[in-house]
Every structure is written in C-alpha cells, then in structure tokens.
C-alpha cells in the first residue's frame, strides 16, 4: 500500500516526469527511476530519447555538483546505480532500434586492479553518449586488450586504474601496442583519465598537527636502541637532553602521526620535529603535492635537513615532480601499506592476491568513522557491494601486537563479508628511512641501527 506522501509518477507530463527524473537520479533512487523509464517507453518515446533527455542529462547535474563539491562519492555512486537500472531497461532497445551510434569503445581495469567504480561510471556515460561499449571487466593482461582491439577494431580504448602500484601497468599496454604498430595505426586509442576520487581509498581523517605530542605505549616485546635504554630517564618525557648538530623535519602524513612519535620517542630522536598534513587529503590527492610544497617552503632556513614521509598516495607522479624541484628526499613507496609491509614484500602480496583490502593500526582505530561512514554505508548500505564486491579478504598490516586491534580487525573483515589475514609488519620501512637519513649527533647507535619496531 502507497504511503500518502508517494508520487504517483503516471500523474505527471511528460516534462515534469522528466524532472522528477532527474531528481531521483540526484537522490539515487534506483527503482523510481526504472518505473519512469517504463512509463516514458509506454507514452511512445524512442529509447534513445530516454536516455539523452531523462538519464544523460540528469547524471549530468550530478556531474556538475560532484565537481563542484556539493555531492561527494557516496551520492555520485547511487546516482549512477540509479542510472544503470535505466540503461538495463534501454540497453536491448537501443540495439534494436539502431539509436545513432558515434563509435566503439573498449574499457577494462588493469592487471592487478579490482576496482571497477570508475570505469562503469565512465561506460554508463559513453553509451549514453552514444558510443558501443565493450568491458572487459578487471585485473586485464595486456592480451586482453590486444584482444579486444584485434576483435572490436575500437575507435577509443579506455584504461582504469585505482592503484598508484597498478597505474603503470597502463604505459605496459601503450608500450606493447607501440610495439605492435597498433597505436600509430589507429590514432583514436587513447588512455582514459584515472577517476582518483571515486574509490575505496579509506584513509580520510587526521588534523594538520603541528610538532610532536603524547605518544602511545611502547609495543611489547620490541628492544629500544642502546642510546635509548641509556638516556630514558634523562628528563622527565624520556628523551636525553643533548643538543644536537642538526635539526630535521619530518612533512609526513596525518594517519602516520602515531607511528612516527613512537619511534622518536623510543630512538631518543631529539633532534626531530614532525609536522603532519592532514590524513583526509587522501581522498582529494590533488592536494598533496602544493601542500608538501608550502611546508617545505615554509622550513626554509629553519631546518638543517627536510624529509617527506608520504607514499605517492593517488598523486600520479605529482608529489615526486614537486620534490625534485624542491631537491627533498621521501620515503620510497606507493603508499604506507607497502612502506610497512616492504616494497617488494608488499608487490608480492600484491600479486598473489589482488582482491585484497588493506588495513593499518590507524585505518583500523578509525574503520567506523573512514569507512563506515566515510563511504556512506552506514546511511545506504547497498553501497557496500558497490565499493567491495570484487573483494575477497581483508589483510590487517598491524604495526603493533594488540590483541584489541585484531580483534576489531577481524570485525572489520566479517562486517564487509571477507575473510580475514593477520601480517605484522612492525613499522617496517618508516623507521630505516629515518634512520639512515639524520645525523643523531651524540646518540650512539646499536650495530643494526636504532630501533625500528619491525
């Protein structure tokens, strides 16, 4: 039984149907946006006038505020899920009717990548450009695509990548096509544009916070530098008080924070300050690299030495080109999972498993607030099957032995229905980098360095 306040859509014009269209496509409404797709096709409109005036269009808008800042992820997802039941009602029609037809095109995720958000958006948007759309799905070879153009003859070919590990498989493929005479054949193969801002990137949060505060508890069963052990009751916050030959800054990331002044404190590293950029430019990576830039700026002639602890972390490249410029060193990696873990440790786990989702000491203190919320799963839970249904477990990389983090780690897992892999990683590359980069003045060091808690 209707509830009084329902919209009888058979009620409306056509024109007012379509504007209630393109509301519900705004507000995601899913089924609503089927039935009037039903009711247009009855009153005896084309399918491709449908899609163009009714779907394209009303995606449109959505567009427009999404870039605009006004709808963020979470709306743009259900919008275009809303879309997508639309285009399974019209997609048999088009074919049948012979709507116009602009060209061909062929779209795949690549090797090692399971994220598809993007790429559907961008396929949703080419077919209702008017374009033939061939998906090769995800984790593609370059065969499959040498395949797929072999076969299709396409007019574009459209790449997809989350991952800054996965990226440059795309320059593989271009490579290889080069390679073949393909691209110098056919002028139109190009690469699509990575969606950076619509995926389960997860590592919102954090403040920009500025020099060292209190730190967590030492992790139990990790040995503390010689010079540590020597000096930890040297002054009342346990640090030797030494003067040192060299002052450093550490630009690093918000959701290192805690890791960072733990290993400060237990090396005795007096020397260091850390000021930190807040962990929610994760999710706009545009920001990284003119932030890491003004801090840099802004430590000139106030610091001896400057290092960077940020992974790539969705820059594209940027943050590197702006370090060079800046002739500052960072931290090698694509991100901290890998940093953790080890690089080529990480590649490894990686390829073994690229249906795997990650998670640090950090990511999982926060999971509710990042990702529960962050994403909107909480307020639409059809959402999770939309960012996590190509998963297949979890891998918790935890820079402690908590037994209370494992347990909210494997919460996690089954709350998104995957399974479960515990790694300690210790801090693993984040204090060897460090390390090996400053002078420690008067700390004498133990033969393998100072501690590195993993």
């Given amino acids: 039984m209707a509830e009084e306040d329902d919209l009888d859509l058979n009620s409306l014009d056509d024109d007012e149907l379509v504007k209630q269209m393109h509301d519900d496509l705004y507000d995601g409404l899913k089924e609503e946006i089927e039935d009037a797709v039903h009711i247009l096709l009855g009153r005896g409109w084309a399918p491709y006038r449908v899609l163009t005036e009714a779907l394209v269009e009303g995606m449109r808008i959505v567009g427009i505020d999404f870039r605009d800042g006004i709808l963020f992820v979470p709306e743009v997802l259900l919008a275009a899920n809303a879309m997508k039941g639309g285009m399974s009602i019209l997609r048999p029609l088009l074919a049948e009717t012979g ?10 995720t690549v090797k090692g990548d399971i994220h598809d958000i993007g790429k559907n958006l961008v396929s949703m948007m080419m077919e209702g450009a008017g374009f033939e759309v061939i998906d090769l799905g995800i984790n593609n070879p370059v065969e499959n695509y040498l395949a797929a153009l072999e076969e299709h003859k396409p007019d574009i070919l459209g790449m997809s990548a989350l ?6 498989y795309m320059k593989v493929v271009i490579d ?7 691209r110098a054949a056919q002028r139109g193969l190009r690469r699509s544009s990575r969606r950076r801002r619509l995926l389960p990137r997860c590592r919102r949060g954090g403040g920009d916070r500025q020099g060292v505060h209190e730190a967590p508890p030492q992790p139990p069963g990790r040995r503390l530098g010689a010079a540590a052990q ?34 400060i404190r237990v090396n005795a590293w007096r020397h260091l300050t850390v000021s930190c950029l807040p962990a929610s430019w994760h999710n706009t990576p545009e920001k990284i690299p003119e932030g890491v830039r003004r801090r840099i700026r802004d430590s000139r002639g106030r610091y001896d030495r400057v290092l960077v602890l940020f992974g790539d972390c969705g820059t ?11 002739g500052v060193e960072r931290i090698a990696g694509p991100h901290c999972y890998s940093f953790y873990a080890g690089n080529e440790a990480f590649d490894a786990m990686a390829e073994e498993e690229p249906a795997a989702f990650y998670l640090t000491d950090y990511l999982v203190r926060h999971f509710d607030r990042l990702i529960i919320q962050g994403l909107g799963i909480d307020r639409h839970p059809e959402l999770q099957e939309i960012y996590f249904g190509n998963y297949r477990k979890l891998v918790y990389l935890a820079q402690t032995e908590n037994d209370s983090l494992k347990a909210e780690a494997e919460a996690a897992a089954a709350r998104l229905g995957l399974t479960f892999d515990y790694r300690f990683t210790g801090y693993g590359g984040l204090g060897r980098f460090i390390d090996r980069r400053i002078d420690l003045a008067e700390l004498e060091a133990t033969p393998e360095g100072a501690v590195w808690l993993g």
């Avoid at 709507?99 to 795949?108: D, E, Q, S, Y």
């Avoid at 991952?163 to 440059?168: A, Q, S």
């Avoid at 000096?231 to 290192?256: F, H, K, Q, V």
């Fill in 99 to 108: 709507a116009p037809k602009l060209g061909t095109m062929v779209i795949g």
């Fill in 163 to 168: 991952l800054t590990t996965t990226m440059p």
């Fill in 176 to 182: 290889t096509m080069k390679e073949k005479g393909i």
């Fill in 230 to 263: 020597r000096s930890a009751t040297a002054m009342p916050d346990g640090l030797p008080d030494i003067e040192p030959r060299e002052r450093t800054l550490l630009i690093a990331c918000g959701a290192l924070a805690r890791e960072i002044v733990t290993l």
């Fill in 316 to 326: 594209g490249g940027k943050l590197d080109e702006v370090l060079a410029e800046e």
